[in-house]
């Protein structure tokens, strides 16, 4: 199975900073990479498929970068409803994968 | 709107069985994968298994491999999940979720139940 490893598993920041995750894979998963949020209670939502498209509603400060075996989750600018908790996900091989989880919090 | 509601879940002893549904809505279910994701009290997210839009590509988690069995009934709009020899570590909250495409493993999945509880326990 392929294994999914983020960086770092928490994160404290500052409204208006800008943030990157980050998520390694334990082989090539070429561009087959989804980024999740989570909040406390809630479902995941997807931001991101396929390393770098924007989910529809999504807002355009998430972005994301990467191919092969290192992928980035970049937030511009941090906005106070984007303290939750990250997954990444590798959707190119079975089972698909999930990251452990980088949790965000307001510093 | 797209809608998916997850029901089945309860408290049932290890050893027991229980069969998860998901009742969709708001799209049309033959069109797209279908998938269970679940996550234990304080954890994070573990997939647990796949089903292409006519059942013809199915994939399981290693961890349930062999004990729990998809399906999907795409006249009634229905995604299913038959747990068997349930063990504690199966306590979890286990959401459907659907996929942006046909094809089981393509992309995201883009939209989820709230989730529905199993707990196993004596």
């Known amino acids: 199975d392929i294994q999914m490893t983020q960086s770092p598993s928490s994160l404290s920041a500052s409204v208006g900073d800008r943030v990157t995750i980050t998520c390694r894979a334990s082989?090539?998963?070429?561009?087959?990479l989804n980024w999740y949020q989570q909040k406390p209670g809630k479902a995941p939502k997807l931001l991101i498929y396929?390393?770098?498209s924007l989910q529809s509603g999504v807002s355009s400060r998430f972005s994301g970068s990467g191919s092969g075996t290192d992928f980035t989750l970049t937030i511009s600018s941090l906005q106070p409803e984007d303290f939750a908790t990250y997954y990444c996900?590798?959707?190119?091989?079975?089972?698909?994968?999930f990251g452990q989880g980088t949790r965000l919090e307001i510093k | 709107e797209v809608q998916l509601v997850e029901s089945g879940g309860g408290l049932v002893q290890p050893g027991r069985s229980l069969r998860l549904s998901c009742a969709v809505s708001?799209?049309?279910?033959?069109?797209?994968?279908m998938h269970w994701v679940r996550q234990a009290p304080g954890k994070g997210l573990e997939w647990v298994s796949g089903?292409?839009?006519?059942?013809?590509?199915?994939g399981y988690g290693d961890s349930v491999k062999g004990r729990f069995t998809i399906s999907r009934d795409n006249a009634k709009n229905y995604l299913y999940l038959q747990m068997n020899s349930l063990r504690a570590e199966d306590t979890a909250l286990y959401f459907c979720?659907?996929?942006?495409?046909?094809?089981?493993?393509?992309?995201?999945?883009?939209?989820w139940g709230q989730g529905t509880l199993v707990t196993v326990s004596s």
């Open positions: 396929v390393v770098s």
């Open positions: 082989q090539s998963i070429s561009r087959y």
């Open positions: 708001g799209f049309t279910f033959d069109d797209y994968a």
């Open positions: 996900q590798q959707s190119f091989s079975l089972p698909s994968t």
């Open positions: 089903i292409s839009w006519n059942s013809g590509s199915i």
């Open positions: 979720a659907k996929e942006i495409s046909r094809a089981m493993g393509s992309a995201g999945f883009d939209s």
